[in-house]
């Protein structure tokens, strides 16, 4: 149904008016036979433009209306079946969702205005999350039951007495003509606290001290706030307001997009949209408008949004009907205040915008800080400005805080306008200080046992690897950094994810160092490894050797990482059957460790299972069992008892002795191997299902 619009020049025109409405009713009884919800706007000289009537049931009318009204016999906000308001909005058509939030609203607001004492309840939440859509939608679904429906504009003072002077209008107050705006405030104050069915909505208060002088004493109505802020202490209770639910985004967005017979692939690529836009509803209302006006395809612009990011909605000639900012604008604002409330606030925002969005780290923040300089150098070292400053971003909605586990949260659409903002030079900085943080907090990658927190921090160092993509002048602690969090990668199997890491570390360090530098030959080993690990071995061999060479040359022929060298290019040959040419390179490797390390150490101990299970390939069993059984000996009184290497040992031993006719031996040692690399491992891993088909094979169910 769309409702009957009547445009007047003024609010005597509406009052007078009114009594004759009903004869409309019959001119446009085929468009409608139920006739509620008609809306009339009037006086669009004044700052609401909006001064209106809700009719929901023509039967009451009054007779005589237009001369009651008209003698003052009866206010316009008594007339029988209406609602007087001064809504700024029409009902969204393209409202999605959100009936828990409106569930908690009705509630609430019941609670509210039967309760001795009890505070209203204020919609909170981060620009552009819906708030002040979610207070119209409540508005128009429970009109019906108010006598008038009043919105007050609460961004500052003077929209907030400006509002109440067009509300003593709009209720035909006596003091509606009075210059003193405080004796006009008071006036509708008292009105309030005199009457009943009322809902009283401060939209933006995002400031909501200044509100309170507003608030009537009386619980005869309603009152409703819609704010950033997400503290009100005495004066609300806050309500905040989440991101869109992935269902109703994508419902929201096609909507939107006004694609009303969706395909399963539309539905699939407008969840991936919606993801991309951090299910915001704003930003999703701005790609819903463009598909729309644009004609363009879902997959048009998923790729543009990938590709160019912010720009998409900055440039996509959005103009929406209800709401004046777009995303960028409308944070803009929030952050403006902030940078003269609290720099150091701001800081953190700049540095949080380049980490993954959810859940950074505290640590993370602190230690960048440290090195970074003032003003987040100050904040981050003081406790309590420390706290001040989450307050401040707190206050504005622009960050969420988990206090039981000190991480906070940032919309990922927010970080592109904050990274947006930022100049070159800024952005470098705070990069360096955020990877030099992640440097100091990731753990010893090569210890097994620290797998657990790098994989907490994995995301963040992810996040700033992308974004240094840009850096004019990436450093080597960027590198380093890179090439550790790919070995801890590697080690758990995600090549793909390594992959990047190692071969932008090796490129730095190229053009840090030049070609023939240890650290140039890491980065080379570390990479050769990795296609090793894939079976990538044509690609793994002439970085192994390429790797080897530099060694050699920069550190001598007996060094330890000679040796490690030598071992994984005996490793790739063994791999292809090359025995002959892998034999004396194990050999070498073993030779030197034992000459630097000793002989109870673990490289040692790793060349002796790899010569054993040479020797097992090459079928000289009884040449491998005392080198791996010797291997296991040093593992298990150097290494945790449940270390993968110590499986290694126990896979080694096994398959040797199980071709020797011990079978039920060579069962127990793999069964021991699958349960620690099960435990650390984990399922998927390929260690882990390498020994479960070796025992498959051998018809035994693991344990």
Wanted: charged share 30%; proline share 5%.
């Amino acid at each position: 149904m769309e409702p009957l619009t009547i445009i007047l020049s003024g609010i005597a025109s509406l009052f007078a008016i009114i009594g004759g409405i009903w004869g409309f009713f019959k001119l446009f009884r085929k468009r409608d036979k139920d006739t509620t919800g008609i809306i009339i706007p009037g006086d669009y000289n004044k700052v609401f433009k909006d001064c209106q009537v809700y009719i929901s049931d023509k039967t009451k009318a009054p007779e005589n209306l237009q001369q009651k009204v008209e003698s003052g016999a009866i206010k316009p906000y008594d007339i029988p079946g209406t609602t007087l308001h001064n809504l700024p909005f029409f009902q969204n058509p393209f409202f999605t969702g959100r009936e828990e939030m409106l569930k908690k609203l009705e509630n609430n607001l019941k609670k509210s205005s039967s309760a001795a004492i009890s505070q209203p309840p204020a919609i909170s939440g981060l620009g552009g999350i819906g708030k002040t859509q979610i207070a119209v939608e409540y508005a128009y679904r429970h009109m019906k039951e108010y006598k008038v429906v009043l919105w007050v504009n609460s961004e500052e003072v003077a929209t907030i007495t400006a509002s109440f002077g067009e509300i003593a209008r709009a209720l035909d107050l006596r003091e509606k003509d009075e210059k003193n705006i405080d004796v006009v405030v008071e006036a509708v104050k008292s009105w309030l606290n005199a009457n009943e069915k009322w809902l009283l909505i401060f939209d933006n208060a995002d400031k909501p001290d200044i509100i309170r002088k507003y608030l009537p004493g009386s619980r005869n109505g309603h009152i409703l706030i819609t704010s950033r802020a997400a503290a009100f202490g005495t004066l609300a209770e806050a309500l905040e307001v989440d991101e869109m639910a992935s269902e109703e985004a994508v419902l929201f967005l096609l909507k939107r997009a006004k694609i009303n017979k969706p395909e399963t692939e539309d539905n699939e690529t407008a969840g991936k949209i919606a993801k991309e836009l951090g299910y915001l509803p704003l930003a999703i209302d701005q790609a819903g408008a463009f598909l729309e006006e644009s004609r363009c395809s879902l997959n048009d612009y998923l790729e543009s949004f990938r590709e160019h990011g912010l720009k998409v909605l900055k440039d996509g000639g959005y103009s929406s009907r209800d709401y004046k900012y777009t995303v960028a604008t409308t944070w803009s604002m929030s952050l403006d205040q902030l940078k003269e409330e609290n720099p150091g606030a701001v800081s953190i925002l700049h540095l949080c915008s380049f980490f993954a969005p959810d859940a950074i780290p505290f640590e993370l923040i602190k230690r960048a800080g440290e090195s970074f300089g003032r003003p987040l150098e100050d904040t981050v070292t003081d406790s309590l400005k420390f706290d001040r400053a989450l307050s401040d971003l707190l206050k504005y909605s622009l960050v969420r805080r988990r206090p039981d586990t000190n991480q906070l949260d940032i919309h990922r659409l927010l970080q592109a306008v904050i990274r947006d903002e930022l100049k070159q030079s800024e952005t470098e900085k705070y990069l360096n200080s955020a990877v030099g943080s992640a440097a100091d907090v990731l753990p010893d990658v090569e210890d097994y046992r620290n797998w657990s927190e790098c994989e907490k921090l994995t995301p963040y160092i992810l996040s700033l690897a992308r974004h240094t993509e840009s850096m004019e002048k990436p450093t080597e602690d960027l590198a380093l950094l890179l090439s550790r969090t790919g070995y801890y990668l590697d080690g758990r199997a995600d090549y793909e994810q390594a992959e990047p890491l190692y071969k932008r570390a090796l490129e730095i360090d190229e053009k840090a160092f030049g070609t023939e530098h240890t650290g140039v030959a890491a980065d080379l080993n570390n990479l050769a490894s990795l296609y090793r690990n894939q079976g990538k071995n044509e690609q793994a061999e002439p970085l192994y050797k390429r790797s080897l060479e530099i060694w050699e040359k920069v550190l001598g022929p007996e060094h330890p990482d000679v040796a490690t060298s030598l071992n994984n290019l005996a490793e790739l040959y063994r791999a292809q059957d090359k025995y002959e040419q892998a034999e004396p390179l194990y050999k070498r490797a073993l030779e030197i460790d034992e000459k630097v390390h000793g002989t109870e150490h673990p490289d040692v101990a790793t060349d002796l299972n790899n010569l054993a299970l040479l020797y097992y390939d090459m079928g000289k069993y009884k040449q491998a069992e005392p080198l791996c059984k010797r291997a296991l000996e040093t593992r298990e009184k150097v290494l945790d008892p449940e270390h993968p290497d110590i499986a290694n040992s126990l896979f080694c031993i096994g398959v040797v002795v199980y071709e020797q006719g011990r079978k039920k031996e060579g069962i127990r040692m793999l069964q021991r191997a699958y349960k620690i690399y099960l435990d650390k491992l984990g399922d998927d891993h390929p260690h882990t299902q390498l020994v479960l088909k070796w025992l498959q094979s051998w018809g035994v169910k693991p344990e």
